[in-house]
């Protein structure tokens, strides 16, 4: 069974601290997603990649970095935690292209406090 | 941007009963995506549509894309309690781009 695999279900940090978002997956996928989902909100698409030490900036970057030093895992950072950036964090990959075969894969999600 | 709204918010309807989803665009869509969400959980793929009037179905659910490709709709027929959760349409925009989310609707049946 295809999978992404996201570290931790649920995280308690302090505000100031740095935080690691690890996300794997384990089907080959060239693009990796990460995104935040709030409340009235939605989802909101923070960085995505598309290939391995590439990155490119989503619709809410600031207050986030990311990671790919392999293809398959996609680490967010959190430089200095805030509390508004608490949230359920999601990961997603997918095949290239366009279609049903470019649709996204989703990780259980991470339930991200800061205090 | 391309924003999509999904309406209703949220619904409450009695375990049997029919119930649609909607999901409307301001741009032509290349292609729509339909997710389900367990409370608390990631999203897990239903349909894509991509061509204009195209309608699929996977067991009760039926989505279908019109015309103009600027709105789609999700169809559940005879509701069960198992169909409980967030229903989210996604857009992509030009093809191979992220995909951009409409905020949800929160599903309850009961019984």
């Known amino acids: 069974d295809v999978k992404v695999t996201q570290s931790s279900r649920y995280l308690v940090k302090r505000t100031g601290e740095k935080v690691f978002l690890e996300c794997v997956q384990d089907?080959?996928?060239?693009?990796m997603f990460w995104y935040r989902q709030d409340p009235g909100l939605g989802l909101r698409l923070i960085y995505f990649?598309?290939?391995?030490?590439?990155?490119e900036k989503g619709d809410i970057p600031e207050g986030y970095s990311v990671s790919r030093e392999k293809k398959e895992r996609f680490s967010l950072i959190l430089e200095s935690a805030s509390t508004n950036q608490t949230s359920m964090y999601l990961c997603?990959?997918?095949?290239?292209?366009?279609?049903?075969?470019?649709?996204?894969?989703f990780g259980s999600g991470t339930q991200l406090s800061v205090l | 941007s391309q924003e999509l709204e999904q309406s209703p918010q949220s619904l409450i309807v009695q375990e049997g009963k029919n119930l649609t989803i909607n999901c409307t665009s301001s741009?032509?869509?290349?292609?729509l995506y339909w997710y389900k969400q367990k409370y608390g959980e990631g999203l897990i793929f239903l349909m894509m549509?991509?061509?204009?009037?195209e309608e699929k179905s996977h067991e009760k659910i039926t989505a279908k894309l019109d015309e103009k490709k600027q709105q789609s709709s999700l169809h559940i027929t005879a509701s069960q309690p198992s169909h409980a959760g967030i229903y989210l349409c996604?857009?992509?925009?030009?093809?191979?781009?992220?995909?951009?989310f409409g905020k949800g609707t929160r599903l309850s049946v009961i019984a």
């Open positions: 996604g857009a992509d925009k030009t093809g191979n781009t992220p995909l951009v």
């Open positions: 997603a990959s997918s095949q290239p292209g366009t279609g049903t075969r470019s649709k996204l894969f």
């Open positions: 549509l991509q061509k204009g009037g």
């Open positions: 990649s598309y290939d391995v030490k590439m990155k």
């Open positions: 089907m080959d996928h060239e693009n």
């Open positions: 741009k032509t869509l290349y292609g």
